[in-house]
């Protein structure tokens, strides 16, 4: 069965890092590209980051770039998100997901098949 | 950034309903067009891919249309298991851009 196991998320003062992971089986982890995107109580869904099969290249939300950090163990076949300068409005509920077949990660087309559970970031004093 | 506007944002219709949820973009992204099914507590589910294809397991009453800037996800007949809360997403180029969402309530 496909499984994305994800773990980290915790509560963490403004300006705290943490490591989010997702840990997948059941399918070709390194043939597949990967994705975040997360969901603030209340609110929508919005896209945070994502990786290539091979690691690079990386791209970022305008509200994440310079303080998130994706990456990818092809060997553990686990997914990472490393969140560092933590402010209040990245309190959401963080998904990883992988690229559907017929996706092109190269020319930018994507959509997400298949989901992780979600890990909850609360960024709180 | 492309923009993505659902309309309604919340509907209300009951079971055997037929119901249509329209999505626009901010500019043209062809066919390059998602739809999923979000439920509290639950992972987004992908309904539909590429604007009109329809994923593996997900039942014939879900439906899509459109290209370019203008999107239609239909339910044929509502069932129970159907009410949540759908989104669409531009799957067109980096950043990807959801819609804000469209809640459907059971009346």
């Known amino acids: 069965d496909v499984q994305l196991l994800q773990s980290g998320g915790d509560v963490v003062p403004p300006g705290g890092s943490l490591r989010l992971s997702c840990e997948v089986s059941g399918f070709t982890f390194s043939s597949h590209a990967m994705t975040w995107v997360r969901q603030a109580p209340g609110k929508g869904l919005e896209w945070v980051s994502a990786i290539s099969a091979r690691g690079i290249p990386t791209y970022y939300a305008d509200s994440v770039r310079g303080r998130f950090t994706i990456s990818r163990d092809n060997f553990k076949n686990t997914l990472y998100l490393q969140l560092n300068s933590l402010r209040d409005e990245d309190t959401a509920v963080y998904y990883c997901?992988?690229?559907?077949?017929?996706?092109?990660?190269?020319?930018?087309?994507?959509?997400?098949?298949?989901w992780g559970q979600g890990t909850m970031v609360t960024v709180s004093s | 950034d492309i923009q993505m506007t659902q309309s309604p944002s919340s509907v209300s219709a009951s079971v055997g309903d037929r119901v249509t949820i329209t999505c626009r973009a901010s500019q043209d992204i062809n066919n390059w067009l998602a739809w999923y099914q979000k439920k509290p507590g639950q992972a987004p589910k992908l309904l539909i891919f590429?604007?009109?294809s329809l994923e593996s397991e997900i039942p014939a009453r879900f439906s899509g249309s459109g290209s370019g800037t203008d999107f239609t996800l239909i339910i044929s007949s509502l069932q129970p298991e159907d009410f949540a809360t759908y989104y669409c997403?531009?799957?067109?180029?980096?950043?990807?851009?959801f819609g804000q969402g469209t809640k459907l309530e059971i009346k």
């Open positions: 997901a992988s690229y559907a077949s017929g996706s092109r990660f190269s020319g930018g087309i994507g959509w997400f098949d298949r």
């Open positions: 997403q531009q799957a067109k180029i980096f950043p990807y851009t």
């Open positions: 590429a604007a009109s």
